[in-house]
């Protein structure tokens, strides 16, 4: 297992502020906020404006940094690039992340040290979102777009929450390979779990997720057509089938194309778009109607609907 050579500099210290230092002596904002190990300095992070966490890195060479924020567990080594456990006495790096491997999960952090929670925005953004199981589900169409199988692109569907109304309105294509197993087995945040489902992607029909992260059912069939969806050209059966399915009940829908993007659907509409590369804007249409938000997390273009 790769390890940090930082981690004996590691140390108890407390914060010496209780908000980003800088940004409280300039009177401005931040998102989330970073304390350095070494001396306690608080700093904003990487998605804040003025990044002061990682500007004190730069200026001082103290290696690590942890997480302030309340929801979040983990420590972040700069200079080794890793994100450490936060079980200092095992001195061991854990869940690495590279833009090659998958996306992190919740209370996890990217290698630039920014959170796990990169979906915030699609979060605000739909009628109903139990963030902590909404996110990861994203993130998964996300590693899927990216990776493909086996050299190829693939397409896929996942449905979350109103697990119940969702099924009324499907069917079963195949038997259900998910059928038998624990609710702990199907929870979407299961690292075995995620593996069987992006293999079982390549087959056809939806993910059915619930509320409270359990995959409820695969390769479902979605019957629900509703006649005022209107898409723009070039969205297929899939992303029809999405839009309709959320409009007829309370679930969002996210829908992985074969051409790498993501789309997210709520009561009908198209609200957000996810372009795993971001080289990938340079070759395909927006569908997203102005006016809509972008953030750029690290190689991802995440565009949000406003409104």
């Known amino acids: 297992m790769t390890t940090c050579t930082h981690l004996e500099q590691f140390r108890i210290v407390s914060p010496k502020t209780q908000g980003c230092e800088a940004c409280l002596q300039s009177g401005e904002d931040w998102v989330h906020l970073r304390m350095c190990l070494s ?52 001195h061991e790096a854990s869940n690495v992340t590279s833009s090659t491997q998958s996306l992190p999960l919740p209370k996890q952090a990217s290698t630039n040290g920014r959170t796990g929670g990169m979906f915030k925005s699609i979060c605000r953004r739909v009628r109903r979102c139990d963030k902590k199981n909404l996110e990861p589900v994203i993130e998964l169409a996300v590693e899927i777009a990216r990776e493909g199988r086996e050299g190829r692109r693939i397409g896929t569907l996942f449905t979350f929450g109103d697990a119940d109304a969702v099924l009324k309105h499907s069917r079963p294509l195949i ?17 075995n779990l995620r ?10 029909g939806a993910f059915v997720v619930s509320d409270q992260g359990i995959v409820v059912s695969a390769c479902r069939y979605l019957d629900a057509m509703a006649s005022d ?15 309709s399915i959320s409009q007829v009940t309370d679930a969002v829908a996210i829908v992985v194309s074969e051409s790498s993007m993501v789309r997210v659907f709520d009561d009908g509409k ?32 995440v565009l949000t609907a406003k409104g």
Not at 58 to 82: F, G, M, N, V
Not at 236 to 242: D, Q, V
Not at 270 to 280: D, F, G, R
């Open 229 to 243: 969806v209107v898409l723009s050209y070039g969205m297929a059966s899939r992303h029809l089938a999405g839009a």
């Open 175 to 191: 038997l259900d390979p998910l059928a038998g197993h624990t609710e702990e087995e199907r929870q979407i945040r299961d690292v």
């Open 39 to 90: 001396c306690g300095h608080v700093g904003c992070c990487d998605d804040s404006k003025n990044k002061h966490a990682t500007a004190h890195f730069r200026s001082t060479q103290h290696p690590a940094i942890k997480s302030l924020e309340p929801d979040e567990s983990w420590r972040w080594c700069y200079i080794d690039e890793l994100l450490v456990s936060d079980d200092v006495e095992s």
């Open 270 to 301: 198209l609200v957000a778009e996810i372009i795993p590369e971001l080289w990938l804007m340079d070759h395909y249409n927006v569908q997203l109607s102005r006016p809509y938000e972008e953030e750029h997390v690290g190689d991802l273009a």
């Open 195 to 204: 593996g069987t489902i992006k293999e079982l992607a390549q087959l056809d």
